[in-house]
């Protein structure tokens, strides 16, 4: 018994390890407030056809790098950020587009992509790409990311970074949101930037 109740500590503190720490250890470098060096354009694909940052100018961009695979990370801060959405009145609404980006190509196809952010929010939109596009779009607002291969049933996990990078409407990076950001946060950082707009 005693042994059993050890074993649950362990694993729980390894959980709460994974949850709090790794996230924000991914990318070293990314900071509250971005440098002038960060974000950029890029073009992937989504459900829909090719879509480009520029696509968007006139509109908050909130733009997370992810997988459908992942466990807590992904669906905690898409959580938040659908709560956000849905607070917002139809005009702010319209003038946000919320993009999520995966890292996990060869699992995540545009229809899994659609599914997916769909359940959180319907104006989320899934892109893809070749990996050597998604790594210039990661690139561009420092994120990281890697595989690790796990052993299990699963076959991998991807450890990524978790933070949503808010873009003004002039297609600037103006803020980087930490992972598990709460809605009211994330709605302030909405409307502050739509006043820049």
């Not at 250890?25 to 520029?54: C, I, M, N, W, Y």
């Not at 952010?117 to 990311?145: D, N, Q, R, W």
């Not at 709605?187 to 739509?194: C, G, K």
């Given at each position: 018994?005693?042994?059993?109740?050890?074993?649950?500590?362990?694993?729980?503190?390894?959980?709460?390890?994974?949850?709090l720490?790794?996230?924000?250890?991914?990318?070293?470098?990314?900071?509250?407030?971005?440098?002038?060096?960060?974000?950029?354009?890029?073009?992937?694909?989504?459900?829909?056809?090719?879509?480009?940052?520029?696509?968007?100018?006139?509109k908050?961009?909130?733009l997370?790098?992810?997988?459908?695979?992942?466990?807590?990370?992904?669906?905690?801060?898409?959580?938040?950020?659908s709560?956000?959405?849905?607070?917002?009145?139809?005009?702010?609404l319209?003038?946000?587009?919320m993009?999520?980006?995966?890292?996990?190509?060869?699992?995540?196809?545009?229809?899994?992509?659609?599914?997916y952010?769909?359940?959180?929010?319907?104006?989320?939109?899934?892109?893809?790409?070749?990996?050597?596009?998604?790594?210039?779009?990661?690139?561009?607002?420092?994120?990281?990311?890697a595989?690790?291969?796990?052993?299990?049933?699963?076959?991998?996990?991807?450890?990524?970074?978790?933070?949503?990078?808010v873009?003004?409407?002039?297609?600037?990076?103006l803020?980087?949101?930490?992972?598990?950001?709460?809605p009211?946060?994330?709605?302030?950082?909405?409307?502050?930037?739509?006043?820049?707009?």
């Open positions: 018994m005693k042994k059993i109740l050890i074993g649950i500590i362990v694993a729980l503190t390894l959980l709460l390890f994974w949850v720490i790794v996230p924000q250890t991914a990318d070293k470098h990314a900071l509250s407030e971005p440098s002038e060096s960060r974000g950029g354009d890029f073009t992937l694909q989504s459900a829909h056809g090719p879509v480009a940052l520029h696509d968007f100018k006139g908050v961009v909130l997370y790098f992810g997988y459908t695979s992942c466990p807590d990370i992904c669906p905690t801060s898409l959580g938040f950020t709560q956000a959405l849905a607070t917002l009145d139809k005009t702010e319209d003038k946000v587009q993009l999520f980006v995966t890292v996990d190509p060869a699992r995540d196809t545009l229809d899994k992509l659609k599914s952010t769909g359940y959180f929010h319907p104006s989320i939109m899934g892109l893809s790409g070749t990996p050597e596009e998604i790594a210039k779009a990661a690139k561009l607002y420092g994120v990281g990311y595989r690790q291969d796990t052993g299990s049933a699963g076959g991998y996990v991807v450890d990524h970074s978790a933070y949503t990078y873009i003004a409407p002039d297609g600037n990076l803020k980087t949101l930490d992972h598990g950001a709460p009211a946060q994330v709605v302030e950082t909405i409307r502050a930037a739509l006043k820049k707009g």
